[in-house]
């Protein structure tokens, strides 16, 4: 098992681009979830999903879009980057909420 | 929604001493609180949790204490040790919330 990947490693992007952050798994969780982590701020909700066609918003969803078309992916989309987006953010998976959730490597995300 | 809120932000001991980290929730109907631990630059992992109806757990040189009345949790790390070093996040979450929330981390670092 490969648990969860996402890709890119690192990304740079000019304020106003658009871009997708993936995120895919291969545990068969229904449980998956987008965090930011910002220095001192520990790790924010943005997005989550229950189960294929099913998200939510989280703490801080403003400025990103999800979708959950399929059980393994969970993409995450900046609509026009925004220098307060720039973050580490964690794609994580799990069987339900009250389950140990599995991280991936992160992508760090700097928005000039 | 929920806040959970962690202390110390910040905690040196030296190696062999003992080291606690606590965390306060605010919402009664929480009733899973994993810990996770982030080395410097990489994901963040489970390390234990605890589930409402247990009021503590041990795991090797790990623990967690539970006080639903007094809505807190709490880790604890006995004979610590240099490999100890890194960022723990508390964390709440409530079966029908759907939702994980973290605290703000606290960096350990344990002195040779």
């Known amino acids: 098992n490969a648990g969860v990947t996402q890709t890119p490693k690192f990304q740079v992007l000019k304020t106003g681009q658009s871009m997708t952050l993936q995120c895919a798994q291969d545990?068969?969780?229904?449980?998956m979830s987008w965090y930011r982590q910002d220095p001192g701020m520990g790790l924010r909700l943005i997005h989550y999903s229950v189960g294929a066609g099913i998200t939510d918003q989280g703490e801080v969803p403003n400025g990103y879009n999800v979708s959950r078309s399929t059980t393994e992916d969970f993409p995450l989309r900046l609509l026009s980057a925004a220098p307060s987006q720039t973050s580490v953010y964690f794609c994580a998976s799990s069987l339900m909420i009250n389950q140990p959730q599995h991280f991936g490597d992160g992508t760090r995300l700097s928005i000039l | 929604g929920e806040n959970v809120e962690q202390h110390p932000s910040t905690l040196s001991v030296q190696e062999g001493d003992s080291a606690v980290i606590k965390c306060t929730y605010s919402d009664s109907a929480s009733n899973y609180f994993p810990w996770y631990k982030q080395e410097l630059g990489k994901r963040p992992q489970l390390i234990i949790d605890i589930r409402s109806n247990v009021g503590e757990k041990k795991d090797q040189r790990i623990a967690v204490t539970l006080n639903k009345t007094a809505k807190h949790f709490s880790l604890h790390i006995t004979e610590t040790q240099p490999e100890d070093s890194a960022v723990y996040f508390c964390a709440a979450s409530r079966t029908a919330g759907n939702k994980l929330t973290f605290g703000g981390g606290t960096r350990v670092l344990v002195k040779p």
């Open positions: 545990m068969n969780h229904e449980y």
